[in-house]
């Protein structure tokens, strides 16, 4: 199989979505309203971007999307879901599976990679204390309303 380097035919694509150049979304991938992507940009298969917060059943019809930031040159593997409300930096990179909830703010570089052992938040917060390049291992959680720079 090669590799799909485009916007899959099977993505789902929301209202006010705007998506960079050189951007690739993977199969199955469902990007809601109001989400930028920057260029050179690659989606994983089975990723949600802008997943909407809890608002949304509280009021159906009035519910409001909050923009969700991407950086360019960002790499979000496989089954990532990252919450509407979120403004990522450039060159950001993560491990598959990761979910980033709403209202986090991440600057730039921080990246994740398969193979590490998953780290709690707490743990990963101090890395970054050490590193100028903290991870966001596979299956990595990051809290609601979390900095990381």
């Not at 917060?53 to 409001?64: E, H, N, T, V």
């Not at 950086?71 to 879901?81: C, D, K, P, Q, V």
Request: aromatic share 8%; charged share 20%.
């Amino acid at each position: 199989m090669r590799n799909f380097h485009d916007i899959h035919p099977t993505a789902l694509i929301g209202d006010n979505v705007h998506i960079g150049k050189n951007v690739t979304v993977g199969a199955r991938a469902i990007i809601y309203d109001n989400v930028t992507i920057g260029d050179s940009t690659v989606i994983g298969a089975n990723c949600i971007l802008g997943e909407p917060q809890a608002g949304i059943y509280k009021d159906l019809s009035g519910y409001q999307n909050p923009e969700l930031s991407l950086g360019a040159n960002s790499l979000i593997r496989s089954g990532t879901i990252i919450y509407a409300g979120t403004e990522i930096g450039e060159s950001f990179e993560c491990g598959h599976r990761v979910t980033i909830r709403e209202k986090a703010k991440i600057g730039q570089p921080v990246s994740g990679y398969p193979g590490m052992p998953t780290k709690r938040m707490r743990e990963f917060v101090d890395l970054r204390k050490r590193s100028a390049f903290p991870n966001l291992t596979p299956s990595c959680y990051v809290p609601i309303q979390v900095r990381i720079y």
